[in-house]
């Protein structure tokens, strides 16, 4: 069974930064499609970056995180990362780590089997 651990949240002032990290375990990130959710109370969960495992060209970010974030994993800790900078106040929000993407959206929640427990990021201007 593939678990997933998410850490790295925090307060912060905004124009400050946060690594958010999610360990894997039961399964390898390999070559996988791996994602960030980000939800705010009353919202769905809505995605903020994805990693298709195949180079920088696949990557996306959501349009406000761009330029601000990064997306990577390290194959051998099994660990994905998450590296948000100039942080602004909208940005706060739990964020979920997610892989295993079973349908062919790559931003959907729904695509996702497994998932982290969440951080919470939060941002005071």
């Known amino acids: 069974q593939v678990r997933m651990v998410a850490s790295g949240g925090g307060s912060v002032q905004a124009g400050g930064s946060l690594k958010l990290s999610c360990v894997v375990s039961?399964?390898?990130?390999?070559?996988?499609?791996v994602a960030w959710f980000r939800q705010v109370s009353g919202k769905d969960r809505e995605c903020v970056a994805t990693?298709?495992?195949?180079?920088?060209?696949?990557?996306w970010y959501e349009d406000s995180l761009a330029g601000r974030s990064a997306i990577s994993r390290d194959i051998a800790k099994n660990t994905l990362y998450l590296q948000l900078d100039d942080l602004k106040s909208e940005d706060t929000g739990i964020y979920y780590c997610?892989?295993?993407?079973?349908?062919?959206?790559?931003?959907?929640?729904?695509?996702?089997?497994?998932w982290g427990q969440g951080t919470q990021v939060t941002v005071s201007s």
């Open positions: 997610a892989a295993w993407r079973r349908c062919p959206s790559r931003t959907s929640a729904d695509c996702f089997m497994y």
């Open positions: 039961g399964g390898e990130i390999r070559g996988r499609s």
């Open positions: 990693d298709e495992g195949l180079g920088s060209s696949h990557i």
